[in-house]
């Protein structure tokens, strides 16, 4: 039995493929338009989704849709009206899509699929909390879903048994933690809906000092971790701004410029909002705990993404073991979504657990191959086990390499199939990294995969973490470059039965220099979505410091390449994260 789920039209929109209960695969839609969080119908995800299944829309048993458009729409009618006439241009411009697009997803689905059979929707935390729940290894669990907002709810608990997921209380918008966040990410000059990992980068660069101001003026906690959000400093409710002109005034600061100098005061807001943030989440974990007394939690929706967060979880409240998947925001909604129709709705028995992200398009050889011919680009060609020696030297010798193999991951992390390597005991390939080829803020924090039998000789780690979701103190100082400001590390522990190449490549590494670690950062300049194909791997490969690029088992180096017939400026190619 097959069934698509489809997130779109916020941000992320992606696809996903259930057979039998089984994720066959799933993508974002950015990857194929190359538009960075794109929030359109994702006919691209859908269509790649369908021919890796070697399916056509016919062969789709349902179609599920992530939220309910009429709900959703009725919230933003309710806002806009509450707050008339200051709401009128964000109105004007919010509803003609609405009336032409959004609110018709059934028929919208039928026609761009030529799709005659059901589509269900389903409401948009249900879909966050089948995303984690039913794909977990938990046969019990309790839920936490936290976002920016779905049709009303911003936030979620509940308890899920076997096939079956209840959701028990609820936030309500405006008062929603991901909107706060995505505010205070707005007034320190980042990109709304793209940038909250940057502020949590930042924060442990400063000092909680406006922590007290922000509880005392902005949110109002309640016992049981919700809250209440003071409406008066912020916008988003009827506006096209985040936050409010009393919002600056808080803080005795405009907010900051896109690309200004990054002060102090930006620092210690994003520390302060970091330690708001971690205290609501984990005042919702502790309530939760207290009313279901499950050791047991799956969390979903973007703030799990908050690997601060996620680990102040495991370590201060009662809850033993915890599982987020790799696509936890909007995009893993996709999966929840077919998720539920297959397991609760239709009453199937459980028979699956999401291990790995591995779930995008894949190149064989014959088309990289194929690709490099037709370009006349240099190359050399190498057998597997010479291949992962070559690449560990490289990496020993301080290069840079774009490593680009298998399977496309699923959600925001590059977990060792899209991603640019290094060697992470050089401090100084932190800033190469982020200058000569990310072309990023300096102050951005890379992260390390490592082998996970040899995790406990650099890290405090109690436990896997495989995609990149949880932080762990670093007990090596052999490692500088995955080291962040406070001494922790958001790591991916890589086991061979979920990633051969890659944990040969960093056994390989390990065996040459003694250290099991390699530098992992996302396959992609600034602005632009992680690479899809080789095409995409190449130009990023030539319009950055990148040094090699290992493509399957082609090697490229930088200095055999001819350079690019362009004028290449990233600012024009990709919008500003
Ligand atoms: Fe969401």
Redo the contacts with the bound molecule.
């Keep these: 039995m097959y069934i698509l789920g489809i997130s779109a039209f916020y941000h992320d929109s992606a696809a996903a493929l259930l057979k039998d209960g089984v994720i066959v695969a799933a993508a974002q839609e950015e990857r194929f338009t190359r538009i960075k969080h794109d929030p359109d119908f994702p006919i691209n995800a859908i269509n790649y989704c369908l021919s890796a299944a070697n399916i056509t829309p016919a062969e789709l048993d349902y179609i599920g849709f992530y939220e309910k458009p009429f709900v959703k729409f009725e919230r933003i009618l309710d806002s806009h009206l509450a707050a008339f006439p200051k709401s009128y241009i964000s109105f004007l411009m919010a509803t003609p899509l609405w009336l032409k697009e959004k609110l018709w997803i059934p028929s919208l689905i039928s026609k761009k699929l030529n799709y005659e059979g059901e589509v269900l929707m389903i409401e ?1 935390h249900l879909s ?1 909390a089948g995303s984690s729940f039913l794909v977990s290894p938990f046969k019990e669990s309790a839920i936490l879903t936290i ?2 907002v ?1 049709e009303w709810s911003t936030a979620a608990y509940g308890v899920g048994k076997e096939n079956k997921i209840e959701l028990l209380q609820e936030m309500r918008f405006p008062h929603s933690l991901g909107l706060l966040y995505s505010a205070f990410t707005y007034y320190l000059g980042f990109k709304v809906n793209s940038a909250e990992y940057k502020v949590m980068g930042l924060a442990p660069y400063g000092e909680p000092v406006f922590y007290d101001l922000i509880m005392k003026e902005l949110v109002d906690l309640k016992d049981d971790g919700s809250f209440k959000l003071n409406m008066q400093y912020f916008s988003y409710d009827y506006g096209l701004k985040m936050t409010s002109s009393r919002f600056d005034k808080l803080f005795s600061s405009p907010r900051r410029a896109p690309e200004s100098e990054i002060k102090k005061i930006h620092q210690d807001v994003a520390s302060s909002l970091q330690k708001v943030t971690e205290e609501i989440v984990l005042g919702m974990a502790n309530h939760l705990y207290k009313e279901t007394g499950l050791k047991n939690l799956c969390l979903a ?2 703030v799990a993404l908050n690997c601060l967060a996620n680990s102040r979880i495991l370590k201060e409240t009662q809850f033993k073991k915890l599982f987020i998947q790799p696509g936890s ?2 995009a893993g ?1 996709a999966v929840g979504v077919a998720a539920y129709i297959y397991y609760t709705l239709l009453n199937n028995q459980r028979n699956y657990v999401w291990k790995n992200a591995y779930l995008g398009p894949e190149y064989s050889a014959d088309q990289i191959r194929d690709f490099l011919h037709q370009g006349k680009i240099p190359h050399r060609e190498y057998d597997r086990q010479e291949l992962l020696k070559v690449t560990a030297r490289l990496l020993a010798e301080q290069n840079i390499i774009g490593w680009f193999q298998g399977r496309m991951e699923f959600g925001p992390r590059s977990l060792g199939n899209r991603s640019i390597l290094a060697d992470p005991r050089k401090a100084e390939n932190k800033d190469k990294v982020n200058q000569k080829v990310k072309y990023r803020e300096s102050f951005r924090p890379f992260a390390p995969s490592v082998i996970w039998e040899k995790s406990k000789d650099y890290f405090e780690i109690d436990r896997e973490s495989p995609f990149m979701l949880l932080t762990f103190k670093v007990k090596s100082k052999e490692i500088p470059a995955v080291t962040h400001v406070d001494g922790t590390s958001r790591l991916q522990t890589v086991k061979r039965e979920e990633n051969e190449l890659f944990y040969d490549l960093l056994s390989e590494f390990y065996s040459l220099t003694g250290c099991p670690a390699l530098l992992n950062t996302s396959f992609n300049l600034r602005g632009e979505p992680i690479v899809c194909n080789p095409e995409e791997a190449y130009l990023s490969f030539m319009r950055s410091g990148m040094d090699y690029l290992i493509l399957g088992n082609f090697v490229l180096d930088k200095k055999e390449m001819t350079p690019l017939r362009e004028e290449f400026s990233y600012e024009k190619l990709f919008a500003q994260d």
Excluded: K, L
Aim: avoid cysteine; charge should be negative.
């Design positions: 948009h966050h976002d920016g779905g929706g973007g925001s909007d909604g």
